[in-house]
């Protein structure tokens, strides 16, 4: 049993001397309602609102805590019907439009969850909750430049809630806008330096900068805060793999094991691990147990096609990549595999084939201009290839295309354009 402590016995008791004989004060149930409220006692409470609502079924004040106390039980319906209540009794209760606002948009009914919010700003302009309420639905509506206005106007009111700049953070991650994000967060994390939640998307920011002993960093203080957090291990052993330090995200990768043995992604990330490392049989068990946690995820049959290809196990590679592209046709890149797959068996037909599904689907796709290159140049038709490759270099200016297409310019004896690509191609190649 939860212990009171003294002061808090003092503020209830106070009451009790009067309420130990029936009273006509609505306010003096109201009073110790919510001194229930503070002590957790929620029951006691709605029964100190109900004898305030039998003494005066015209206190909007009691309707309006009763509801609060409705909300704190989770029982929204009996919140929402006390707030309007409350507000047919007295319309210029600006917190009370904050939390119907808040029930309102927790129920799915985003319009009169902003009218609400509306409503209370009109009533009260330097309603935080209301700001911040507001931007949080709009952040959930996509409307990310709305959402970012009200968490502004929100952080104008109060600077020191560390949870607004972390809301605008994520809004600002939401429109890729990375510096403004990692401010929010850093901001977040010097109100609140235990704040998990703004290590971790500190760290995923600094990921999508490619900024990685940074990302590994925010999450390596997110599992000292919270050695539970799955999804902080789980990006730590990508920052890992994306630095090539591949023992190190396999340390990481074990531990979600550990942590939770269930999760697809994990089970994608050790095996690809494993296949770096040429370890087959530890690599073909993890992607097993993915495709065994997600048998209709098109990636996991791609990433264990992946593995037989580099394994040199053409068939059973194209047998995943086809299960793939049954899966998810409009994915390219389960036909940019095929296509890899049928020039290395020697098809080129089928290459050709396979780009140009790829093409269709993503006209920027450079791998799709080099495989189909590939293969023309394979048929003998050094024009297309020289086409293709000259697309891929147009999209990306990639040196292995202008490698590719400087060789074919050799076998035709242009020498010149031939060493003009061959010194672009060393250009591009970092040392």
């Known amino acids: 049993m939860k212990m009171i402590p003294e002061e808090e016995k003092k503020t209830i008791l106070r009451f009790n001397p009067l309420l130990q004989t029936p009273v006509d004060n609505a306010g003096i149930y109201n009073n110790r309602g919510s001194d229930h409220i503070q002590q957790g006692d929620l029951d006691k409470a709605l029964l100190d609102y109900d004898q305030a609502i039998k003494i005066d079924p015209q206190d909007a004040k009691a309707y309006a805590n009763r509801g609060v106390a409705f909300i704190l039980k989770g029982e929204k319906d009996q919140a929402l019907a006390d707030f309007t209540r409350a507000l047919s009794l007295n319309p210029h209760l600006a917190q009370v439009y904050t939390d119907?606002?808040?029930?309102?948009?927790?129920?799915?009914?985003?319009?009169?969850?902003?009218?609400?919010?509306?409503?209370?700003?009109?009533?009260?302009?330097?309603?935080?909750?209301?700001?911040?309420?507001?931007?949080?639905?709009?952040?959930?509506?996509?409307?990310?430049?709305?959402?970012?206005?009200?968490?502004?106007?929100?952080?104008?009111?109060?600077?020191?809630?560390?949870?607004?700049?972390?809301?605008?953070?994520?809004?600002?991650?939401?429109?890729?806008?990375?510096?403004?994000?990692?401010?929010?967060?850093?901001?977040?994390?010097?109100?609140?330096?235990?704040?998990?939640?703004?290590?971790?998307?500190?760290?995923?920011?600094?990921?999508?900068?490619?900024?990685?002993?940074?990302?590994?960093?925010?999450?390596?203080?997110?599992?000292?805060?919270?050695?539970?957090?799955?999804?902080?291990?789980?990006?730590?052993?990508?920052?890992?793999?994306?630095?090539?330090?591949?023992?190190?995200?396999?340390?990481?990768?074990?531990?979600?094991?550990?942590?939770?043995?269930?999760?697809?992604?994990?089970?994608?990330?050790?095996?690809?691990?494993?296949?770096?490392?040429?370890?087959?049989?530890?690599?073909?068990?993890?992607?097993?147990?993915?495709?065994?946690?997600?048998?209709?995820?098109?990636?996991?049959?791609?990433?264990?096609?992946?593995?037989?290809?580099?394994?040199?196990?053409?068939?059973?590679?194209?047998?995943?990549?086809?299960?793939?592209?049954?899966?998810?046709?409009?994915?390219?890149?389960?036909?940019?595999?095929?296509a890899q797959v049928y020039l290395q068996k020697g098809d080129p037909d089928q290459t050709v084939a396979f780009c140009t599904k790829a093409i269709k689907l993503d006209p920027q796709d450079v791998l799709a201009y080099l495989n189909r290159g590939d293969a023309y140049k394979v048929k003998g038709d050094r024009e297309k290839a020289i086409t293709d490759y000259h697309r891929a270099i147009t999209i990306g200016s990639h040196a292995t295309a202008y490698m590719k297409r400087g060789l074919l310019y050799v076998e035709q004896g242009d020498l010149d354009r031939a060493m003009e690509d061959f010194n672009q191609a060393i250009r591009l190649t970092p040392p």
């Open 100 to 338: 119907r606002g808040t029930i309102y948009a927790d129920l799915g009914d985003e319009d009169s969850a902003l009218a609400d919010y509306r409503q209370a700003i009109s009533l009260e302009p330097d309603n935080f909750a209301a700001y911040m309420n507001r931007g949080t639905l709009y952040k959930q509506k996509g409307d990310l430049n709305k959402a970012i206005a009200d968490y502004t106007r929100a952080i104008k009111r109060n600077r020191d809630f560390a949870l607004v700049y972390y809301s605008r953070g994520i809004a600002y991650m939401g429109k890729k806008e990375l510096n403004k994000a990692i401010g929010d967060f850093s901001q977040a994390i010097r109100l609140q330096p235990v704040y998990a939640e703004a290590y971790l998307n500190r760290g995923n920011t600094y990921m999508q900068k490619n900024e990685m002993d940074k990302a590994l960093e925010d999450y390596t203080w997110v599992i000292t805060l919270n050695p539970g957090t799955v999804t902080a291990y789980v990006n730590r052993a990508t920052a890992y793999l994306i630095k090539g330090e591949l023992d190190q995200a396999l340390a990481d990768l074990n531990q979600v094991m550990e942590l939770n043995p269930h999760l697809t992604q994990a089970h994608l990330n050790r095996g690809f691990v494993h296949a770096h490392k040429r370890e087959w049989d530890q690599a073909f068990a993890d992607y097993d147990q993915a495709i065994h946690l997600s048998p209709h995820e098109a990636e996991v049959y791609r990433q264990r096609g992946m593995a037989y290809r580099d394994k040199g196990d053409l068939d059973r590679a194209l047998e995943d990549f086809n299960q793939a592209a049954r899966l998810n046709p409009h994915n390219p890149a389960c036909y940019d595999n095929l």
